[in-house]
């Protein structure tokens, strides 16, 4: 059997034929293995769906208790058979949840990553490398160029900042699913103990968090009260980075506006967007932990998908690795 023949890329997403089920699939399937809950690799419609405990139970928060027709558990570690295909879940280190798929069968094993880092997330289980024939691996930030700093470094810049103007309203914009459960347990890490403010698109998410043992410290509804625009002197507030385009954020007084996303390495991204403060924080690896990652799993093949494809492949063939792009579509990541 040839890999192909175990998954091969179709128009709504990774098909596997033996098993006769999709991974993330953009559009809705009869049978489909989900590797986390971000909206993008996570939709609604799909007739069965297979995931981690976690990423069922976001998907429920996001899209209602009926966003599949029947749902399964995957135990991470635990093999199982999907149409005498076998398949396991081990953890990406992505987001709360998030798993990479180990599909086997007929002497093949490939493993299709999802979306993954290597560095610590206190939010997350750590990525674990699974050694596979064919090793599928995002590219989001496949670049050389892309090389992430240390996070505690990008939080104290956070800090500093509001030190540095104590009468200004610091807005943090950071995905709703794990960015920002992350920038507001690294900022506890840190020592910062005040009341963090959240946008209500946050709340339920960060109560699931809460209810997983992730301790997000005292927080708020960022909504003006009697005390005006000027509760907010001072503050961190924490909301999508949608909410900060709009008139949602003209509510505060003479705002610093901050971004949490790995594209914040990229000055003119952060001028685009008007952000004062760009902080690099990213739930994608970067280009070290990228090749790294390809090193660990000892796959002879590797198959880039969404992202930059061509210099990982590139990477990949200098280093006597065959590599091919996948160009599956329709994944613009909502966690970078
Ligand atoms: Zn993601």
């Known amino acids: 059997m040839r890999p192909s023949d175990l998954l091969q890329p179709r128009p709504q997403g990774l098909y596997c034929p033996p098993g006769d089920f999709y991974i993330d699939p953009v559009k809705p399937v009869a049978r489909a293995l989900i590797t986390h809950g971000h909206a993008d690799h996570a939709r609604a419609g799909h007739g ?3 995931a981690t405990r976690e990423t069922l139970e976001i998907m429920a928060i996001r899209y209602g208790a009926d966003f599949t027709g029947s749902r399964q558990e995957a135990t991470l570690g635990e093999r199982v058979s999907v149409n005498g295909v076998e398949v396991s879940f081990h953890p990406a280190g992505h987001v709360l949840g998030s798993a990479q798929i180990r599909v086997a069968h007929g002497g093949r094993c490939i493993v299709a990553s999802g979306d993954y880092k290597r560095r610590r997330d206190p939010t997350c289980q750590g990525f674990e490398p699974v050694a596979c024939d064919v090793f599928i691996t995002e590219a989001t930030f496949g670049l050389p160029v892309f090389r992430h700093p240390d996070d505690a470094g990008e939080i104290a810049r956070l800090l500093a900042s509001l030190e540095q103007f104590p009468e200004r309203t610091h807005l943090v914009g950071a995905y709703s699913l794990g960015k920002a459960q992350r920038v507001i347990r690294l900022l506890r890490e840190a020592g910062y103990d005040e009341t963090i403010h959240i946008h209500g698109a946050l709340q339920k998410l960060c109560d699931y968090f809460e209810s997983e043992g992730i301790a997000l410290g005292p927080l708020s509804p960022a909504t003006i009260g009697n005390g005006g625009k000027s509760a907010f002197a001072g503050k961190i507030v924490v909301g999508p980075p949608s909410a900060f385009a709009d008139r949602w954020a003209r509510r505060f007084s003479d705002p610093v506006s901050a971004f949490a996303s790995g594209w914040m390495r990229i000055r003119q991204r ?22 790294a990652t390809i090193a660990d799993t000892g796959a002879s093949e590797v198959w880039v998908t969404h992202g930059r494809e061509e210099a990982l492949v590139r990477w990949c063939e200098i280093n006597g690795i065959a590599a091919r792009p996948l160009h599956l579509v329709g994944y613009e990541d909502e966690g970078d």
């Open 48 to 50: 069965a769906v297979m």
């Open 270 to 291: 952060a001028k685009q967007r008007g952000v004062e403060l760009p902080l690099i924080l990213s739930d994608h690896s970067d280009w070290d932990e990228l090749v």
